[in-house]
């Protein structure tokens, strides 16, 4: 459903593949470039490949770590809030804040230990999750592709990228996949 006068955004990548890159830096780099030199971004999409979620493991979680961080983050939402009240008091000011940042360490203390406790052991470790592409296609729509390639081939002689060559040579375009009709089984 789209709304009338607004176009509907198909998430689907179309178009040509200019560059395949290691990194995204590397693909938004080409596309910074292609901004540079005044080609109608617009048409270009990146799309990262072999996406694959990957939890990097930043230590052991115990009760004073778990206590530690609910104490702290409570500490800051006081802090927040202990400003807030403090911007409309027409007394001291600093008492709305030490009790702002007061009551927020003890609530931040006790829902950190709760928490902790929930888990019952089952996670008792702290991570980061971040989603990565093993390579990032950069493409542009068939119209403007060899426009596009002839600056990315100017970009890769200056060194900034370094673009991964085609496993094969003459790339198909991506294309949206067609999709057929469900037919109803016969009885």
């Known amino acids: ?9 198909d998430p689907r990548p179309t178009g040509l593949t200019i560059g395949t890159y290691d ?27 072999n996406l694959r979620q990957v939890e990097k493991i930043t230590g ?4 004073s770590r778990a206590l530690t961080a609910g104490l702290a983050s409570g500490a800051w939402f006081g802090l927040f809030v202990g400003l807030l009240l403090g911007l409309f008091t027409n007394g001291n000011w600093l008492a709305a804040l030490v009790t702002g940042v007061v009551l927020g360490a003890f609530f931040g203390l006790v829902f950190g230990g709760l ?11 702290t991570s980061r999750t971040a989603v990565v592409a093993t390579t990032y ?19 890769a002689l200056k060194g900034e990228v370094h673009p991964l060559l085609p496993d094969h040579p003459g790339q198909q375009p991506v294309q949206q996949p067609i999709q057929q009709p469900l037919q109803q089984p016969r009885d």
């Open 23 to 49: 990194t995204y830096r590397e693909a938004q780099r080409a596309v910074d470039y292609l901004s540079d030199e005044k080609f109608p971004v617009e048409h270009t999409t990146i799309v990262g490949n």
């Open 137 to 155: 296609d950069v493409l542009c729509d068939f119209k403007f592709a060899e426009e596009a390639r002839n600056h990315l081939a100017k970009l």
């Open 1 to 9: 459903m789209t709304t009338q006068g607004m176009p509907s955004m």
């Open 60 to 63: 052991r979680l115990t009760w």
């Open 115 to 125: 928490s902790y406790a929930q888990s019952a052991g089952r996670r008792d470790f």
